[in-house]
Structures are given as C-alpha cells and as structure tokens.
C-alpha cells in the first residue's frame, strides 16, 4: 500500500509534464500567463500587508537606529533587568561615535567675512588725545575699589591720583575683587613633545607667561605720542633684554601690555609672522582678565624695555622718514652688504631687506598705520583715523606724507619691530592698500616659500590652536577658518604681484 502510494506521487509530476508538453501552444501559453498572474498577485498583496508594520517600532528603537546603535538579532534587556535580572545581550555599535578633527580645510570656496569677522572695528571710538586717561570707566572703578581695599588712597580717590600710581595685588584679598577660580592648566596649548617649529623656546615661554602668569601688580604707563599703556606684573623672571632697563622702574620683574579687546589682530598677526618666518613681532596672546572689559579676551603683548631707551616719556626708537625719503632709500639699498652708506645720502639705520618684509606683513594684514597712515593706497571709510584726522588730503603732496610706527630696539637699530598690528580683515579684494608695495623689489624667498607651498592654511590653524582663549574667541575652527580665507586670498594677490612684476625672491638672512 505505501509503495503503490508513492509511486502514484512520483508519477504524477511526470504525467502532468507529458500532457503540458501535448497540449497546444496557444493552450500552453495560457498556462503560462495564468501561473505569472497568480503569483503577481501574491507578492503584490503580501508588500502592500506588511507596509503599514513598517514603522512600528517603538520610539527607543527609532533613535537607536538612528544612533547608529540598532543591530538585528540583538534587543536591549526589559527595564526590570536593570534592577533584578541579569543582561542576556548588550548592543554592540555598528559605527564609531568618534569625531576626527583635521586640520586640512574641505571648503573649496571661500566663506562670507563680512558679518562675523571683527564687527566691532568699524564703530566710531572716541578718540583720546595724548595726554588724556586712556583708562576706560570700568578700569577706573575697579582701581578705585581696589585701592580702598589696600587704603592706600581715601574714600573719595580722584582719578587723577589713581593714574599716578599702581596698585599691588599681593595685599589684596583676590576673594573679594576675582571671585572667579582660575581655570586648571594653561590656556597654550602644547599636547605633543614640542611646539611648532616656528616658535623659539622663548616664544613658548613668553606665551605661557602672558597667558598664566599670576597678576602682582597693575601699572599705568604714559609716554609720548600715543595712549598711556596698562600692564600687568606676573610671578616670574626678569626677561635678559630687559635685565639693563630695571632702572627706569616701569617694570620691576617680567609684564605684558593688556590692549583693547577689538584689537585682537595683534594675536593673528604675532602668529603669521612666525609661520612666514620673519620673527619681527612681540609676542602676543588672548587672555581673560576678570577686572577688565567686563570679563573678553583681551590681546596682551610681551613688554619690551629695550624698545624705549630712555623711558617711556621720551618715546620708542623711532625713525622718521617721509614717503619721499622712504622711496629714495629703498632705490639705494641702505646697507646692503653691509655697507655703509654716505652721510648725504638720507638713509635711516634700517637694513634694506626690513622694508621688504614689513611690506609684505602689512599687505597680507592691510596695516597702513605704518607705511600708509595717510590711507593713500585705498578707499578709506568716513569712520578711519586717516578720515577723520584729515590725513587722506596729504596725499598729493609726498613730503607731506610721513611714515608712521617705525620701531626698532635700541640695541639692534638695523631690525624692525612689528607693532601696533591693526590688521583689518574685512576690506574687499578689489579694495586692497597696494600703496604698501610700491619700490619695493625684492621679497624674502622663505615667507614667499611658504604663501606658494599651499601649506599656509595648515600651519596657520596649528598654530593659532596653540592659544585656546583666542580660539574659542574667534569661533574655534570655523572662525578661524574664514581669517585664513582672507589671508590665503590676499595672498594670491600678492603672488601674481611679485610675477607681473618680476620682483625677486631672495634669501634674506639679516
């Protein structure tokens, strides 16, 4: 009985094959396109039955998914396994959660600077004569609480009496006037053996005073020709460049000079001037001083004695120089070669190859205070200094128009000094102070290296990363990204200068 029953079973596929293959072929396809409906159907009406199940997982299981945590086979354990029973499974994630920052920029055109770059540089300040108190109302009250705490001063302190002394922060009770603990660790930023290249051994150590240094005391400083400066004394040892001026009493041990919050160019400016190699600039950081400025970041640049010789009355080591006198000793190339020139022959004591390279700094930056204060070169706006001290009306007139902020050390008079670096991110390309180039005709080859290598956005960012406060005041990456543009733009500009110009590139080891 079960052998027959399974040879009838086995039989049966073989029959139904015979008779298809004898049926007639309008017939056979007939069968054909009835079985391929059939099963049409059944697929379509299976899709469209488990559509609307599709989407109903619970709202846990959505954000893991979404996570990156959601795996198939593996469920999170009840909630009351959390209390009593034990864990059968654990997700196991599919994807890193780790972000990799790089340095290398993925932006192919450059970002819009207009609103986010340095808004407040373009307000209209009031201008503060020489002579007038350069401290503004939240530095005087703060001086003055100060010293009633140290009762140096009565009740009632003038602040005609304040700004002639300074006050000791080594009496004070810094519970009551900072409140605020201070950060743990430095604000610089050195997470591998060694810093950039680019920075000296004394840079690195310069940068960590001026950005950690305990405040001891807080100084008032007035000379000539310009706004009183304000510095602070830290906890450390007397720099040697500034060992033979102790005697003039302005700093006692290591200071920095705090500057104005909107004049955060100098950081950037300190920076690019190490990438490019050219080592003119003081050193500069973004710090935070609790008492001041209602709490910003403020720019604060290493304090050099030796660049006022004779005190800060008397003024820095200047040169003075008409833009006549300026063009008519870069066509004589004073002391090329070291070579001294004739007593008639109008040359300062700066070293041809130093105009070069402030001219190059002050283009990528568009500082004109120095080599254009008269704002000849560009459009200036109604609001800059050279508008309004009617300094644009010399232009006509080359002996009219004087060089401006030409320091040097006392002991070194045949280098430059870069200060007072107001760099102004924020003029067009179309609008660029070209004026700062003009007789000049040859450019150091090392800083032109690095502009033509497509590596100045990458040295630029490791560097900048050092100093987390200007950093983070900036905007962290994506700020900082969008000064590079400008700077990488304006160097393209300077690029095809120096060819249309066939300006040489020369190394200029002074």
């Known amino acids: 009985m079960g052998t027959s029953l399974f040879r ?31 099963y049409l159907f059944f697929v379509v009406s299976q899709v469209g039955h488990s559509w609307p199940h599709r989407d109903r997982r619970t709202d846990k299981e959505k954000y893991r998914r979404g996570r990156g945590l959601y795996n198939f086979g593996i469920h999170e354990a009840p909630s009351d396994s959390l209390t009593g029973g034990a864990t059968t499974g ?57 010293a009633d705490q140290t009762r140096t001063f009565g009740s009632k302190t003038s602040w005609d009496a304040l700004r002639l002394r300074d006050i000791d922060y080594r009496t004070l009770d810094r519970t009551n006037t900072d409140p605020r603990p201070e950060p743990p660790g430095s604000s610089i930023r050195i997470y591998s053996q060694r810093a950039p290249p680019w920075f000296s051994a004394e840079d690195v150590g310069v940068m960590r005073f001026l950005a950690d240094a305990k405040v001891l005391r807080i100084k008032e400083v007035f000379h000539r020709d310009s706004a009183s400066l304000l510095l602070f004394e830290g906890e450390a040892e ?17 200071c920095g000079v705090i500057n104005r919050p909107v004049d955060t160019s100098e950081v950037f400016a300190f ?59 870069l066509k004589q190339r004073c002391w090329h070669k070291n070579i001294t020139p004739k007593s008639d022959s109008g040359c300062s004591t700066i070293h041809h190859y130093e105009w070069s390279k402030l001219a190059l700094f002050d283009f990528l930056l568009q500082i004109h205070n120095r080599l254009d204060q008269s704002c000849c070169g560009f459009k200036p706006r109604q ?26 050390r006392d002991h070194d008079p045949r280098r430059l000094v870069f200060t007072n670096n107001q760099g102004f991110f924020d003029r067009n390309e179309d609008n660029l102070d070209l004026r700062v180039l003009e007789g000049i005709k040859e450019f150091p080859e090392h800083a032109v290296a690095v502009l033509r290598s497509k590596r100045l956005r990458e040295k630029l960012l490791q560097s900048l990363f050092l100093d987390q406060t200007y950093w983070e005041s900036q905007g962290g990456r994506q700020g900082i990204d969008k000064l590079i543009d400008v700077i990488e733009g304006r160097a393209k500009v300077l690029l095809t200068y120096i060819n249309a110009h ?3 590139v020369i190394a200029m080891n002074v």
Request: glycine share 6%; hydrophobic share 35%; charged share 25%.
């Open 383 to 408: 609001e800059d200094v050279c508008m309004e001290l009617d300094h644009h009306a010399d232009c006509g007139d080359q002996n009219r128009i004087t060089l401006a902020n030409i320091i040097h």
């Open 8 to 38: 009838r079973l086995c039989s049966a596929p073989v029959r139904l094959a015979n008779s298809f293959r004898r049926c007639p072929p309008s017939k056979r396809n007939w069968i054909i396109a009835s079985v391929c409906f059939v």
């Open 90 to 146: 654990s997700a196991v994630p599919t994807r890193s959660n780790v972000v990799y920052i790089t340095l290398r920029s993925k932006r192919l055109k450059p970002a819009n600077i207009r609103g986010t770059v340095r808004p407040k540089l373009r307000q209209k300040l009031r201008r503060i004569k020489p002579g007038n108190v350069a401290f503004t109302q939240n530095k005087a009250d703060f001086l003055g609480r100060d």
């Open 502 to 504: 066939g300006i040489k």
């Open 271 to 329: 920076h690019l001037d190490r990438v490019l190699g050219l080592n003119r600039t003081l050193p500069a950081v973004s710090r935070k001083f609790s008492f001041l400025y209602d709490g910003q970041p403020c720019p604060v640049v290493s304090w050099d004695a030796s660049l006022y010789p004779e005190g800060p009355l008397a003024g820095r080591s200047t040169v003075r120089l008409t833009w006549g006198g300026y063009q008519s000793s």
């Open 238 to 254: 007397v720099s040697p460049s500034n060992q033979t001026y102790l005697q003039r009493k302005v700093c006692r041990g290591r």
